[in-house]
């Protein structure tokens, strides 16, 4: 099975990077493909641990569920599963938040898709990338926005 890994550099400490990305229900404000949330779970700590999203996917609305587990020590990390949807058979994936000595994160993001329907191993590449690369860039411009409006991250 093909993983598509791909890695960022965040202007903002490794428990600010993991709190946002665990802030599930505040998805849809700021990462671009997710339309909405709903927490069916929470953790002890009030995290979801059964989420169910609906999103951009494909030039087209696509529902599904993930089961959430977290590293809350350093590195810090969450990990998902994929319980059910409606496009995918597989949406398996992590987070790593690894600190940096400048005070950065080095964000690690590894996803596992395997459509429904069988696609080009070329279009599913892409389509994998596209994901990554958004999630990753919409997880820093939510990061750095807040560390820079709390006085954090400003070099």
């Not at 990061?143 to 820079?148: D, G, I, Q, R, T």
Request: glycine share 6%; proline share 4%.
């Amino acid at each position: 099975m093909d993983k598509t890994i791909e890695t960022a550099v965040i202007g903002a400490s490794p428990q600010e990077c993991f709190a946002i990305a665990s802030d599930f229900a505040n998805y849809p404000e700021w990462a671009s493909d997710i339309k909405s949330v709903e927490i069916i779970e929470q953790d002890k700590a009030g995290r979801g641990t059964r989420v169910a999203f609906r999103a951009a996917a494909f030039g087209r609305s696509a529902s599904y569920t993930l089961h959430y587990s977290f590293d809350d020590t350093e590195p810090y990390g969450i990990s998902w599963i994929q319980e059910k949807a409606d496009l995918t058979a597989k949406l398996d994936g992590n987070y790593q938040f690894n600190p940096l000595d400048d005070g950065t994160t080095e964000v690690v993001y590894s996803l596992e898709v395997e459509l429904l329907v069988p696609i080009p191993g070329f279009v599913k590449r892409r389509a994998e990338s596209k994901i990554v690369h958004s999630a990753l860039k919409d997880l820093k411009d939510r990061a750095e926005s807040k560390a820079n409006t709390n006085g954090v991250g400003q070099r």
